[in-house]
């Protein structure tokens, strides 16, 4: 995570942006005390609200756990998606 102060951000806006985008790196714009701004690379953004509408109903959230425990147990079964 990088941090820097809006003024600092203004000087180099194009390093910052490149350094959030070439490494899925997240930046907080300190605007004062106890108020920020935060930037992410699209990519990070939509991993995120894939993320959270998995997890927004308690049906989804116990289909992955399910899945994660069948995995972690071993009784998991891999099937072919694409004929050869």
Known sequence: ??????????????????????????????????????IMSLAEYNSLCATQH??????NERRLDSAIEKLKSGNSTGKNLMEE
Not at 18 to 34: A, C, M, S, W, Y
Not at 54 to 59: R, V, W
Request: hydrophobic share 30%; net charge neutral; glycine share 4%.
């Open 1 to 38: 995570m990088l941090t820097t102060t809006l003024s600092d951000f203004r000087k180099d806006i194009k390093r910052y942006l490149d350094n959030v985008t070439q490494n899925v790196e997240t930046l907080i714009i300190n605007r004062g005390k106890d108020n920020g701004i935060v």
């Open 54 to 59: 998995e997890i927004s109903s308690k049906e």
